[in-house]
């Protein structure tokens, strides 16, 4: 799974929105709870999680779970689904400082609803401070292509969910967990492959996420797995599969519409 973190040039910029965000390949209710920008491959499904910040999402990603949600600072891949009540990444609290509270170590700009309030404005210290522990937490959380978190999950900030990994409705996560795996539990612990070794070598050879599949929806059953992986295998050394190549979107709000960046190149 190649994640990249560069800036990629925007091409085209636009006002939106969020009935227009649809034209672009984004469905959100709202979209009231994104919070600083999401960068996206189309199509993507995001259905209004409770907060959604500074987020990476590949082509056809879901997220479920209307206001149940939360998602901080991830990559996550094409195909990727997020389940309802699931928190990706949220920000640690440093429990070697005088105080754990947010007050201690956050920044107007980490949390500019809370300095909404003079009194936290009053307290907290200022970006004229030289120390900050929010600005030290660079870890992102990588949640791989076909991934899928299920509902009322954990997962630690910084873990990478390996690609087509299956983590179990309720688990913690708080381990890395490799491709193709079944975790559950709390702590989540690998039970199973989804396939036999030999089919997960395949699938990741293959990397089935990379292609246009649309076309070829009537000429395979996707509930057969090895024929399915015949099929591609095929068309791929034969070099006919399409690549796949979304237009993506960077988008931040923008009192209460969206200001869209069409960038210059997909994601993955």
Avoid at 118 to 134: H, I, K, M, N, T
Wanted: glycine share 10%; aromatic share 12%.
């Amino acid at each position: 799974m190649r994640f990249s973190g560069k800036n990629i040039g925007a091409v085209v910029i636009q006002e939106v929105s969020a009935k227009g965000l649809l034209d672009l390949g984004l469905f959100v209710v709202s979209g009231g709870t994104i919070s600083g920008s999401i960068t996206y491959e189309r199509p993507a499904w995001v259905y209004d999680p409770r907060i959604i910040r500074d987020s990476y999402l590949g082509a056809f990603t879901l997220i479920n779970g209307q206001v149940t949600t939360s998602i901080y600072r991830c990559w996550i891949g094409r195909y990727g689904q997020i389940g309802e009540g699931v928190v990706l990444g949220p920000p640690d609290h440093p429990t070697d400082w005088f105080s754990t509270h947010p007050f201690s170590f956050t920044r107007e700009h980490y949390q500019p609803r809370m300095y909404q309030l003079p009194d936290f404005r009053d307290l907290a210290p200022d970006d004229s401070e030289d120390y900050s522990f929010a600005e030290t937490l660079s870890l992102w959380t990588h949640i791989g292509h076909e991934a899928y978190v299920g509902a009322g999950s954990f997962v630690k900030r910084g873990i990478r969910i390996g690609d087509g990994a299956v983590i179990g409705a309720g688990s913690v996560v708080t381990h890395d967990i490799p491709p193709y795996a079944i975790a559950v539990g709390a702590p989540a612990r690998v039970v199973r492959l989804r396939f036999p070794e030999p089919v997960v070598e395949r699938m990741l050879a293959l990397r089935w996420w990379r292609f246009n599949l649309a076309p070829h929806k009537h000429k395979v059953n996707f509930s057969k797995v090895e024929a399915t992986l015949d099929y591609f295998e095929q068309r791929c050394a034969e070099g006919t599969l399409e690549m796949l190549s979304p237009d993506t979107y960077r988008v931040t709000r923008d009192a209460g519409n969206f200001r869209a960046e069409q960038l210059a190149a997909p994601l993955y």
